[in-house]
């Protein structure tokens, strides 16, 4: 069968036992969309987004894919940005990455994926940015995890560089963009400490964020 009958099955059982514990969570859900916040992570499946943060439907808008990149000439991103951002009036957007993203990992690898090497191009390029810090690459855990973190960040600085953001500050909207990464082995998110909320704040944040990082090497090496 290829109807995929106990996906239904299992939405039907979801929405009745909602509908059981509030009966009003649907229509209320179907008036209105006014989350605060805004996530952008990977397409992950072991990463769900509401569930993380414990947040029901109609909390959180979501922007996923493969890697949490922000890219400035990627529309669909810069598409749900703009309408969180100037639609919705979210005042927090979260730029959310994990340990152990197979996207990072196949950004550094030396094999061909196709299509997608083009787009964790990007994730190379942050890898030749930070090369100081994470060294010559040979695939351990603490690179990747490495790379991980600096991508996040560096995402979340492209966050703050375009011009909805910083339209948004301009006009005094009040707007916070932060970096965070998921554990998946425990399921925890950890703040990595770029959380800017103005425009003198963003190289601020940068520095500040990269220093924990290097200060976290240091204390390894």
Not at 18 to 35: G, K, M, N, V, Y
Not at 93 to 109: E, N, T
């Amino acid at each position: 069968m290829n109807n995929l009958e106990s996906l239904f099955e299992k939405n039907r059982s979801w929405s009745e036992r909602i509908s059981e514990q509030d009966p009003e969570f649907f229509p209320t859900l179907a008036s209105q969309q006014a989350p605060e916040y805004l996530w952008i992570g990977c397409s992950d499946s072991r990463v769900p987004a509401n569930e993380i943060v414990d947040l029901l439907p109609g909390e959180l808008f979501v922007h996923r894919n493969v890697s949490n990149l922000v890219v400035h000439s990627d529309m669909n991103c810069l598409s749900v940005l703009q309408f969180a951002v100037e639609v919705l009036k979210v005042k927090h957007v979260m730029v959310v990455g994990h340990y152990g993203c197979g996207g990072v990992r196949a950004a550094m690898d030396s094999k061909r994926h196709g299509l997608i090497d083009n787009w964790l191009s990007h994730i190379r390029d942050v890898y030749l940015q930070y090369r100081h810090l994470i060294g010559p690459w040979q695939d351990t855990v603490e690179q990747n995890d490495l790379l991980c973190e600096l991508n996040v960040i560096e995402q979340a600085h492209n966050v703050c560089n375009t011009t909805i953001v910083q339209d948004a500050w301009e006009r005094g909207q009040d707007l916070t963009v932060h970096s965070w990464v998921y554990t998946l082995t425990n399921g925890q998110l950890t703040d990595l400490q770029f959380c800017a909320s103005a425009q003198d704040r963003i190289d601020a944040e940068l520095e500040r964020a990269v220093s924990r990082v290097e200060q976290l090497v240091r204390s390894k090496a």
